[in-house]
């Protein structure tokens, strides 16, 4: 399939890859079509996608499955009233109609918008209005179709549009469509005369920073194309690969990992629909289904290797790869002892597909993102826009002087000042900070508004998390500034510890990390308050969230 994209689709070194990874871009391009309706003519029965859930079920679901599905949904969607330009909010979960649907509406030229089942009433209010969301497609599950009604209840108190709910079910309410008893009987599904163009919103993700009002970032038709490094190069997928990623539909990992570039790559998907994050079912799951290839966070991977993965058979596992944070040599090193596999890390954004990364022909270096996907011209700045010098601290740029590279956003959706906040000279500023060794790797530093000023020294952060990390006390960590009357601002760190800590939380333990922290980096950037939590405040994409108190 990629070779319908790509120039060159085979590679022999790092070098030539970085010379001659070329995409072809089609005009009116449209991924359900392309690709999958592709698929589905050449290799119908070929696996698409393997579910399971948490209450013992499996699917198997083959390209001309998929084929098949999101025609009817499409023509089911079209009956509603759903068509071309509409903004549909999907709050699906790891149900496997999210697939269907995401193809459904692309097949409509509708706009999709995964969002997570962690939204409150207000956090749908919110975007229902900022968007002018004309439909929400949801499990069915209590607390999911209750914050939409009361969300709904809201918005029509509110004056704005009659919107369509759709319930896959089990659960659907008074005043919802239900979709398993109502598609089945939707006519044949006819390709609307409109193709679209490559410009065209396809997909559009709700940013949930760390501070301030979620943005709409929106990307464009071609968008799945950017993606073909990260699951044809990045996750080095094949069409006998069985990938799974470990993120929910709402965030924009989902779209990196369990959907565009792993079946143009030709993959099958595994997805494991499960209310609760279990280290041991993940494991389990390895060896029954013969998976071959994984990516997490960090954080699950700390997880996996706190239980003894001698105890699963991992051997189905072909390759390994990790982003969000930075990675530490313990979760590297004990993956390698009992996998043999080395991790490959990469960097991106909600407004990109993947930046940076440790390719196959590399050899990765804990804790770093790699190198810059071919596809974008990254440099790293100063705040006057020149470049730095090797392990000169800089923000990660884009050049987009001679126009959008394939895979990076549109821009903020009705929000021209905050798109040319990032978006201008010539550059995609990604407001993220980070410095390169001599061998052409990046290591993340943080967000340049993140820095902690004390005592005359900057402190980033995330190098401060990193090294806690490295503890094995700690399993997660978030580092803030708090004032101090003498120092301007003192480094705190709130910590998670481990179960085998747990008992251990206290004075004692807090000043051996500190100790730790002191030897390990240089000695200003350790934490002077430390404080043992339970828990560590969360956006609801899953990222920290850093407080300062």
């Not at 490094?229 to 990992?257: C, E, Q, R, V």
């Not at 990032?422 to 980070?434: E, K, N, S």
């Amino acid at each position: 399939m990629i070779e319908r994209f790509l120039e060159k689709t085979s590679f022999e070194s790092l070098e030539d890859f970085r010379a001659n990874y070329k995409l072809n871009i089609p005009q009116g391009f449209n991924f359900a079509y392309d690709v999958m309706d592709v698929w589905a003519a050449e290799e119908p029965d070929k696996l698409a996608m393997l579910w399971t859930n948490d209450q013992g079920e499996c699917r198997r679901f083959t390209f001309k499955d998929m084929k098949d599905m999101s025609d009817k949904a499409a023509s089911y969607y079209l009956s509603l009233g759903i068509k071309k330009g509409d903004m549909v909010m999907l709050i699906l979960g790891r149900r496997y109609e999210f697939w269907v649907t995401m193809l459904a509406l692309l097949k409509i030229g509708a706009v999709a918008i995964p969002a997570t089942h962690l939204l409150t009433d207000h956090d749908i209010v919110y975007r229902v209005e900022k968007a002018g969301i004309k439909a929400i497609v949801c499990a069915g599950e209590s607390y999911i179709v209750g914050n939409v009604e009361m969300a709904i209840r809201k918005c029509s108190a509110a004056g704005n549009a009659p919107i369509s709910l759709v319930s896959v079910g089990p659960e659907v309410p008074e005043g919802f469509h239900d979709f398993h008893a109502e598609w089945k009987d939707a006519p044949a599904f006819v390709r609307p005369e409109d193709k679209g163009s490559n410009d065209d919103i396809m997909l559009m993700y709700f940013t949930s920073g760390t501070s301030g009002e979620p943005k709409m970032v929106a990307h464009d038709m071609v968008y799945p194309l950017g993606h073909i490094a990260t699951g044809a190069f990045w996750h080095n997928l094949g069409p006998d690969s069985l990938h799974l990623t470990i993120a929910d539909t709402g965030w924009a990992k989902a779209a990196w990992g369990k959907l565009y570039g792993q079946w143009l790559a030709g993959a099958a998907l595994f997805v494991y629909d499960h209310a609760r994050f279990k280290a041991e079912d993940i494991l389990e799951l390895i060896g029954k289904y013969r998976i071959t290839s994984l990516c997490a966070p960090p954080t699950i991977l700390r997880f996996l290797i706190q239980d003894d993965l001698g105890n699963y058979d991992l051997s189905s596992l072909r390759y390994l790869c990790t982003a969000g944070e930075a990675l530490n040599s313990v979760v590297y090193d004990t993956m390698l002892e009992k996998t043999g596999l080395k991790i490959h890390e990469g960097y991106g954004q909600t407004e990109s597909t993947l930046l940076l990364g440790t390719f196959p022909w590399m050899e990765p270096k804990p804790g770093s993102m790699g190198i810059p996907s071919p596809q974008y011209k990254i440099a790293l700045l100063r705040e006057d826009g020149t470049p730095v010098e090797d392990r000169e601290i800089g923000e990660i740029c884009i050049n987009v002087r001679d126009g959008k590279p394939c895979g990076l956003f549109k821009g903020y959706l009705g929000d021209p000042e905050r798109t040319a906040k990032v978006w201008h000279d010539g550059w995609y500023h990604t407001c993220d900070l980070a410095w390169r060794d001599e061998d052409g790797y990046f290591w993340f530093v943080g967000r340049n508004d993140d820095i902690i000023k004390t005592s005359g020294y900057r402190v980033s952060p995330f190098e401060v998390e990193s090294v806690l990390m490295m503890h094995p006390a700690v399993v997660e960590c978030a580092v803030t500034g708090v004032p101090d009357p003498l120092r301007g601002y003192l480094v705190k760190a709130s910590i998670v510890l481990t179960k085998d800590y747990r008992s251990q939380a206290g004075p004692e333990l807090a000043k051996e990390i500190q100790a730790f922290v002191k030897r390990t980096t240089a000695p200003y950037k350790y934490p002077r308050v430390v404080e043992f939590v339970d828990e560590l405040p969360k956006t609801i994409s899953g990222k920290i969230r850093r407080v300062t108190n």
